[in-house]
């Protein structure tokens, strides 16, 4: 759509998309009412919640880093080094999302079969191989890579946020995933940020984001790794505190 008829139509197509959302929803609730809300401490001790899901602060920024850095300096990567068009750069990212989205539904099933925790180690060694062989690989294979492997990415956010909400209190559990969702974002920018400096340092050369990514990756799995012990007897003493309801 930007190439065929300019770059404002995508955005007006997606702003009808939100606005035909926002009606259906409401029209799909409109005789549905809000159930009552569990009562949630006027002051929450946002240091406790920190301490409940510390541990899962680094993957979820490693997360946001990931997925921002690649939908940023993906399609400058296909144009640059691939020399292909605006047209396939988008379609190239689109095709990723849409292969992680699919990935995602997946989900359950992984963890059934392999467990969680693996599921989740094996997600972030995907995505180090993903990112290296986009950087240094072909057009045809670094999409491939990209588009299996690197739709891993999105197998993370689910399992990361089951681990999160079994950490956290039941009635502190949204002020814990707006913390996680803020580490989230600031994963996000700071990557970006990192990503835009080692671009412009290393001149014509697009892949030097990808290998970023690559390395936050490979630190998010020894990381992993090494803290596979003390996230298992926490979720085990969260198990065994928790109220039966």
């Known amino acids: 759509l930007g190439s065929a008829f300019g770059w404002q139509i995508p955005f007006l197509v997606w702003g009808a998309l939100n606005l035909l959302a926002v009606g259906l929803g409401l ?8 159930p009552p809300g ?29 997925f921002n ?5 993906g399609p400058p990567l296909v144009q640059r080094k691939f020399l292909q068009s605006d047209a396939v750069a988008g379609v190239s990212i689109a095709l990723w999302i849409l292969a992680g ?38 057009l045809g294979f670094a999409l491939a890579a990209l588009w299996t492997l690197g739709s891993a990415l999105f197998v993370t956010y689910p399992a990361t946020f089951s681990f999160i909400s079994e950490a956290s209190h039941v009635r502190l559990q949204g002020a814990a995933f707006g913390v996680i969702f803020g580490f989230q ?6 990557a970006v940020t990192l990503a835009g400096v080692l671009a412009e340092a290393f001149g014509p050369n697009p892949s030097a984001p990808f290998l970023l990514v690559a390395a936050l990756c490979g630190v998010g799995f020894l990381y992993l790794l090494a803290i596979r012990r003390k996230a298992a007897t926490e979720r085990a003493e969260s198990a065994v505190a928790a109220p039966q309801l």
């Not at 029209?27 to 809000?34: A, D, E, F, I």
């Not at 009562?39 to 946001?64: E, N, S």
């Open 69 to 73: 850095v690649i939908s940023t300096f």
């Open 38 to 66: 569990e009562a949630t401490p006027r002051r929450v001790g946002y240091r406790a919640i920190l301490r409940d899901v510390r541990y899962w602060l680094l993957p979820i920024a490693i997360g946001g880093a990931t």
């Open 27 to 34: 029209y799909l609730v409109r005789n549905q009412r809000s």
């Open 101 to 138: 989205s699919i990935a995602a539904f997946y989900f359950g099933r992984l963890s059934a079969r392999f467990g969680r925790y693996r599921t989740l180690l094996a997600a972030y060694l995907s995505l180090t191989v993903a990112s290296l062989a986009v950087a240094t690989l072909p």
């Open 185 to 190: 974002l600031l994963g996000g920018a700071a």
